[in-house]
């Protein structure tokens, strides 16, 4: 790991206690994110996939601090994120935002387009007056795919795909650095997740943005992300550049998790590998590795200690003790 990486992010953790009985004691911690760390170069994108409640948001929500990690530090741009949320937030909630899955849940639907992605403008000081709110939100939703006179209209006049043009323009709005995208195009029809996904491309090429992109759907990783990270209830299981995860995956839940998506190439057969049982629970993880109890190639090792990152060579690394130590 170097030390001039944009974003460090170094053992991060995030347990969520879990409460019982009439004085809520605390019985268990969900460990929902379990050391993680990667780095990410400016201009990037990661993505990260897993299946459901393996801890992707929470990795998004605790990179940016707005949920506090339980350990661990997350660097950017040479500063630690914690100490800025405390000497400088506005400067750091401007510059690293977050885009949700549902668009509509996160449009107040009392306002117009205008005052929601206004708001952010106004309050970082980017357009002075009305008239130059009123063009540099105008300018900002024919970035997001808008058109002007949307301006005026109200969340619930636009379609989903539309209704997250918004979402995507008041991140834009505060010319951020860092754009965390938590599912952006999974609740939209596939039909119109393509055309958002081009629209976060494009954005991204002009501004030099950086994405951290969360997503589940293996095909919008592919197309999206320059490295992907794999995760397993909390846990990393493999790193590496997109193309490579997809020819050559080498952790043995990342095979599985792979052949469980027809490729778009026929003639390229990959065999696949049916993983048995279900996800254990994240409050009582398994011992050692995680994906011991489900993995076709467990070892004896394997529920006894936990295999460390691996470089594998050719920046892929894995967790796992078919390639060492
Ligand atoms: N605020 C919370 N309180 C308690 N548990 C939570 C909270 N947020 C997430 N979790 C739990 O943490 C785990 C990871 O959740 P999440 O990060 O949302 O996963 P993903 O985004 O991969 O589906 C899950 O077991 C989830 O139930
Ligand atoms: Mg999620």
Do not use: W
Request: aromatic share 6%; hydrophobic share 35%; proline share 7%.
């Amino acid at each position: 790991m170097t030390n001039d990486a944009y974003i460090q992010v170094e053992a991060l953790t995030k347990y969520f206690p879990v409460r019982k009985g009439f004085f809520k004691r605390v019985v268990g911690q969900v460990k929902a994110v379990d050391g993680v760390s990667f780095s990410m170069r400016r201009g990037e994108t990661l993505g990260i996939v897993g299946e459901s409640g393996c801890g992707k948001s929470t990795i998004g929500r605790t990179m940016i601090h707005l949920l506090e990690p339980t350990s661990g530090s997350v660097r950017f741009g040479g500063q630690d994120v914690g100490e800025m949320l405390r000497t400088d937030a506005k400067s750091l909630r401007r510059r690293m935002q977050i885009i949700f899955q549902d668009p509509y849940g996160s449009l107040n639907p009392r306002l117009t387009v205008k005052e929601i992605v206004g708001e952010g403008v106004k309050f970082h000081g980017l357009a002075r007056g009305k008239k130059a709110l009123d063009s540099y939100v105008a300018d900002v939703l024919v970035e997001a795919g808008l058109l002007p006179e949307h301006r005026h209209r109200y969340p619930h006049e636009f379609s989903g795909g539309q209704r997250q043009r918004i979402c995507i323009a008041r991140a834009i709005a505060v010319r951020p650095e860092v754009i965390v995208c938590d599912e952006p195009v999974s609740a939209l029809d596939v039909s119109i997740q393509s055309q958002v996904l081009n629209t976060l491309k494009d954005l991204q090429e002009r501004e030099r943005l950086t994405y951290l992109f969360i997503t589940h759907d293996l095909s919008v990783v592919k197309f999206i992300s320059d490295r992907v990270v794999i995760m397993y209830l909390g846990k990393m299981m493999e790193i590496a550049p997109t193309a490579a995860i997809f020819d050559n995956p080498l952790h043995p839940y990342a095979k599985a998790l792979l052949s469980s998506i027809p490729m778009p190439d026929p003639t390229r057969k990959t065999e696949q590998v049916l993983l048995e049982g279900d996800i254990p629970s994240p409050i009582n993880p398994p011992s050692g590795c995680r994906f011991h109890t489900r993995c076709p190639q467990a070892m004896e090792r394997c529920s006894q200690s936990e295999p460390p990152m691996t470089d594998a060579g050719e920046g892929h690394g894995v967790a796992c003790f078919l390639y060492g130590p």
